[in-house]
């Protein structure tokens, strides 16, 4: 069974930075193709940051240069730095897991963004 865990959400400030994490259990993070995933009120989900099997990245571009995706494989936990908060960045974040044709979804984790 596929398990994906987020943490470190929570209330940050403008031009500051939070850290999230994705603790994966039932699927190895090394060969799937890992994703983060945001949802604001009124909004659809949009994909935020993308790192492959292979370890390619790919950025939305209103975070590009400001969000870095990485993963670490030992502890089948993926991570997104997010420096130079904005208001806009204000959102649910999810973590996904895509292997063999199937996307997996963790449930979720708040990220406030004001003074």
């Known amino acids: 069974q596929v398990q994906l865990v987020e943490s470190g959400g929570g209330l940050g400030e403008p031009g500051g930075s939070l850290r999230l994490s994705c603790a994966a259990s039932?699927?190895?993070?090394?060969?799937?193709?890992m994703g983060w995933y945001r949802q604001a009120p009124g909004k659809q989900r949009e994909l935020v940051a993308r790192?492959?099997?292979?370890?390619?990245?790919s950025y939305a571009e209103s975070v590009k240069g400001r969000f870095t995706i990485s993963r670490d494989n030992a502890k089948n936990t993926m991570y997104l730095q997010m420096n130079s908060l904005k208001p806009e960045d204000t959102a649910v974040y999810y973590c996904?897991?895509?292997?063999?044709?199937?996307?997996?979804w963790g449930q979720g984790t708040q990220v406030t963004v004001s003074s």
């Open positions: 039932g699927i190895s993070i090394s060969i799937a193709t």
């Open positions: 996904s897991a895509t292997w063999a044709l199937r996307t997996y």
């Open positions: 790192i492959t099997g292979g370890g390619f990245t």
